[in-house]
């Protein structure tokens, strides 16, 4: 199927890009996404979106080298004269040295793009102090305080926050004094963010591209439905749970009818809010719901910082077809605005084609994108993944702009 995607998209190559930049006008697109893919051999979705990525240090090290132009140019053109003071907010793990890794990899693109940048939490810092990455990396953690709307970072004032932190917690309180642009906004953190939102605007985005490129919509598209008010502990609300699992599976039978496919469906409950792979459940029936036990429902109720789960979303379960090293695989790609920057595969080998690899025991293997010629022919799988990343940047924007989310000072090309 990428082979039939990627001539359809040649083919049609100039429409693709006359509608992709009319799309685009007027949009604000963050300095930075990721996307995971799942590819079935039959169809090739994003199934997740995540605005505040870690894992730079995973992308192969020729998208590193093209990455740093494009976060130079993303800075300038959408934040001039703003960048002469940035400051990467990140995560508060401070024992996990692969994601300071990640840090690393994010404070080395910014400085090879030319630009002075500090590390600090979303938290006052009184004193500064270092931390480790994986491969021995030091890295500063510097003071900060907020006076008179002043960010000001080892004393010096900031003009410009880019933000590693998700906002899984609320950090509102923190940030209310602050007068400088974050990027990607405090407004698109899972604090307040959902993913049925951006799935609804990726499918109808899908839905247009598989028109102008003469595809079957299926291919592209992910069926996913929200549960908007899910109580683990109540069983009536489980029960609602069950019974919208069942109608969900009925709808996708009918959807594998219709292309006269044999393989039975399943269906994957999530966190609406969720992150790191947290409140992930696979079903094929509502009947599984009903027999979750303790320790299911304790699963279906983890999130990141113990804000627990209160809202859910049903997909379209899409097994995984590509293999690497005998490990089943999925590609992540990573955009820097709205262009690819860099990818890789996540791998498992205790994990099977229908398995969430998003887990503990995963292995990131190579997957290059920057030297994609898109209207090239021969690279079916990167610029398949490549427009399908490029589909889930423009949701995210439309995503933001209809949540009435503005990026403070940022201005369009």
Excluded at 210 to 230: C, N
């Amino acid at each position: 199927m990428k082979s039939q995607i990627h001539r359809n998209i040649v083919e049609n190559f100039e429409i693709v890009k006359r509608w992709f930049k009319d799309q685009e006008g007027g949009l604000q697109f963050p300095l930075y996404m990721s996307f995971d893919i799942r590819d079935s051999g039959k169809k090739v979705v994003p199934v997740d979106a995540n605005l505040f990525p870690a894992g730079f240090n995973n992308i192969c090290a020729t998208d590193k080298e093209s990455a740093i132009e494009l976060v130079g140019e993303y800075l300038d053109t959408h934040f001039p004269g703003q960048c002469k003071g940035i400051v990467l907010v990140t995560e508060e793990h401070t024992k996990n040295a692969y994601y300071w890794e990640n840090v690393y990899t994010l404070l080395t693109l910014i400085k090879e793009a030319g630009k002075d940048v500090r590390v600090t939490f979303p938290r006052p810092v009184s004193d500064s102090f270092e931390v480790e990455s994986a491969n021995g990396q030091r890295i500063k953690i510097c003071t900060n305080e907020i006076v008179e709307g002043q960010f000001l970072v080892d004393g010096r004032e900031a003009s410009l926050i880019i933000s590693n932190n998700d906002f899984s917690d609320d950090k509102s309180e923190w940030l209310k004094d602050v007068r400088i642009p974050v990027v990607p906004p405090h407004e698109m953190g899972w604090h307040v963010r959902r993913k049925d939102k951006f799935f609804s605007f990726y499918n109808s985005l899908a839905g247009e591209f598989s028109e102008l490129i003469k595809l079957d919509p299926w291919v592209l598209s992910v069926k996913t439905e929200s549960f908007p008010s899910f109580d683990i502990g109540d069983e009536e609300n489980r029960e609602k749970l069950a019974v919208k699992v069942d109608e969900f599976y009925k709808s996708l039978v009918v959807e594998h009818q219709k292309r006269d496919l044999h393989e039975d469906p399943f269906i994957y409950v999530k966190n609406s809010a969720g992150t790191y792979g947290l409140g992930v459940s696979m079903v094929r029936s509502g009947d599984d719901v009903r027999s979750w036990t303790y320790k299911s429902r304790k699963k279906m109720k983890a999130a990141k910082g113990g804000g627990g789960v209160s809202s859910l979303i049903l997909q379209e379960g899409i097994p995984t077809s590509i293999v690497s090293e005998g490990s089943s695989a999925e590609p992540a790609l990573y955009l820097v605005g709205d262009r690819l920057a860099g990818g890789f595969l996540r791998t498992h080998m205790q994990k099977g084609p229908q398995d969430s690899l998003n887990s503990p025991g995963a292995v990131f293997r190579r997957l290059c994108v920057s030297d994609l010629k898109i209207n090239v022919e021969g690279h079916p799988m990167e610029n398949v993944y490549g427009w399908v990343a490029k589909l889930g940047a423009l949701a995210v924007a439309k995503e933001a702009k209809e949540a009435g989310v503005e990026l403070k000072n940022y201005r369009c090309q």
